[in-house]
């Protein structure tokens, strides 16, 4: 059973999903995304993806629990919950594996992304990535997620708002800009190729919350090339194995793919692009970064390290793992 809880406060919705309550702990000795566990194909596979045995939203209205009425609006919730196993090998990481696998796993991402789309109730596709204890997750075996949405969160929906407010005074997207401005200044800039950049955000929040942009204005994965797919797999894997050489060990990070909506009259085409965000929970070696009451209540952040410093250590750290793959 699941719903979705109105917030008036906020003028946003909350998911309440008791079924996901119910989800097992799974024994030391049994991971489901391995080869012979009898829930993906026995003889293997390079990518795929994994249907969500507990997922908070399903492509069918679920009923409500039954407490709104009055004050208290509910909704039944739909949408899609998959799982996209990255790899068959129950220990591998994104950043030690080749490119041209990599490549593999872009091109589920875009095949799912415009699946999903042809559904004209799903509004919003997010792809993300939790990846180590301190990001919450429990399952080691390499994947990320996909939420596709009934409606549009409140992030990205602020963001099409403060985006579309920038384009009518400027006539320019302002991911455009905002990567322009990054460019030009260098000092934050961790890697680029022909179609991206990563950096440090002058005003980023996190430690270590690299951004990967597209360099051309594209709103989602269904409009890259096949040179953008090539060089945006090159990209997330420098990126991702430039953090574990930060501390010389697996980096945990939280990453979410910020894309247009879907089915929405070509909402947000002309003013918002799509970009990656990384939400690392280290600030040092063994200093973990928590959201405290300020941030937490207030949405108030307070970074307390340099974007700029920051960034040199990123760079440091990508040249080591380039030397180390020889590239």
């Known amino acids: 059973m699941a719903e979705i809880r109105y917030n008036p406060m906020l003028d946003d919705w909350t998911m309440v999903a008791s079924n996901r309550a119910k989800r097992p702990t799974m024994p030391k000795d049994f991971c489901p995304f391995c080869p012979g566990s009898g829930k993906v194909p026995d003889e293997g596979y390079d ?92 399952m080691p075996h390499p994947h990320g997620q996909l939420y596709a949405f009934d409606r549009i969160p409140e992030t990205p ?29 260098k000092i934050r800039v961790i890697d680029e190729n022909d179609s991206f950049v990563a950096y440090l955000p002058y005003y980023v929040a996190f430690p270590y919350g690299v951004n990967i942009v597209a360099k ?20 997330l894997l420098n990126i991702t194995g430039a953090f574990d050489n930060v501390f010389d060990k697996l980096f945990p990070y939280m990453m979410g793919f910020h894309q247009t909506p879907v089915n929405m009259n070509g909402e947000g085409e002309d003013c918002y692009h799509f970009h990656v965000e990384f939400y690392p929970p280290l600030r040092a070696a063994n200093v973990q970064y928590f959201r405290a009451s300020v941030e937490t209540s207030l949405g108030a952040y307070c970074n307390v390290t340099s974007p700029e410093e920051k960034a040199e250590e990123l760079r440091v750290a990508l040249a080591k793992f380039k030397a180390k793959n020889n590239k």
């Open 47 to 138: 990518v795929y993806k994994y249907d969500n045995d507990f997922p908070v939203m399903r492509q069918e209205l679920s009923t409500t629990d039954g407490y709104e009425g009055g004050f208290f609006k509910a909704k039944p919730v739909y949408g899609k919950c998959e799982v996209i196993l990255y790899h068959p090998g129950h220990t591998v990481t994104l950043p030690e594996l080749p490119v041209e696998h990599v490549r593999k796993l872009v091109d589920l991402w875009c095949s799912r992304f415009e699946e999903l789309s042809k559904d004209e109730n799903i509004k919003y596709i997010f792809i993300f990535e939790n990846r180590g204890a301190e990001a919450g997750t429990t």
């Open 157 to 185: 929906k602020k963001e099409l708002a403060n985006s579309k407010k920038h384009y009518e005074a400027t006539g320019h997207c302002l991911v455009c800009d905002a990567m322009q401005a990054e460019v030009d200044a």
């Open 216 to 235: 051309e204005h594209v709103g989602n994965m269904n409009q890259f090339t096949e040179k953008m797919k090539d060089d945006f797999a090159e990209i």
